[in-house]
Structures are given as C-alpha cells and as structure tokens.
C-alpha cells in the first residue's frame, strides 16, 4: 500500500462542484467570459491559472480553498451530517420518528369547499344585483 497522497487534479475539482450545482459548462463559460471550449479544457488540466480559479470559484459561489481542497468523501459527510442533524432536531419530542413536516395543519378539502362556498355566494349577490337593475328600468 503506497503512501503518497493522489495529486489534486483542479479541472476535475471544478467539475464536480459544477455539476452538484447543476450547472452548465455553457453557463459557467459564460459567467466569466469565455467559451464553453475553454471551460472544458479546464475542466481536464490538473492545474488552473489562479485568475481564472478565482473568478470559477466567484462564479460557483466557493471559495478557491473549497475547490482545491475538494472531495466526494467530503461532500457526502457534509449531507449526511446536514440531514441527520436536521432530522434529529425536527424528531426532537416526536416519539413516533415520523418527520412532522409531511402533515397540513389544516385538511385541504375543507379549504377547497370553502373557496366553493365563497364563490356561489359571489355569484347570488352578482344575480340579486343584476334583478334589482332589472326592477329599476
């Protein structure tokens, strides 16, 4: 088993940060002025231009650190401890487990009758209008 470290590889750093953004090379080219051509080819050099690293990453919205130090390993900790911290707090005094925020607080049906029952009584008063005129000429 070797112990040297794999060598960062930056293109493919940008890649992938790129990609869980969901972003485009086309729109990443754009945003910083150049041609997605050009955005490929950084995106397969194992070094970047610290001009154009820093503008990807404005870009991106991460830090130049963040790209140079990236990893997969990284990113699933970070969701994986994102979401069981998140779901540790909303359980926090829910004894069943069950996520709370999946249930209304109110039943839609109830609310979609009532939009009913607002609208035929838009439509009565509408009509005892329309009589009355009828009564006036």
Request: hydrophobic share 30%; with cysteine; glycine share 6%.
């Amino acid at each position: 088993m070797s112990t040297t470290s794999k060598p960062k590889h930056i293109g493919r750093n940008i890649s992938r940060i790129r990609e869980l953004r969901g972003m485009k090379q086309e729109a990443l080219a754009e945003a910083i002025g150049i041609s997605q051509q050009t955005i490929s080819s950084i995106e397969t050099s194992e070094e970047v231009d610290t001009k154009k690293l820093v503008q990807i990453a404005k870009v991106l919205g991460v830090t130049v650190e963040a790209i140079e130090n990236f990893s997969e390993e990284s990113v699933f900790n970070y969701f994986n401890t994102y979401y069981d911290t998140k779901d540790s707090v909303i359980n926090a005094g829910n004894n069943s487990g069950e996520n709370s925020n999946n249930y209304c607080t109110f039943n839609p049906l109830d609310k979609v009758v009532e939009l009913y029952e607002r609208l035929v009584q838009v439509e009565k008063d509408k009509n005892e209008y329309l009589e009355k005129l009828l009564k006036g000429k």
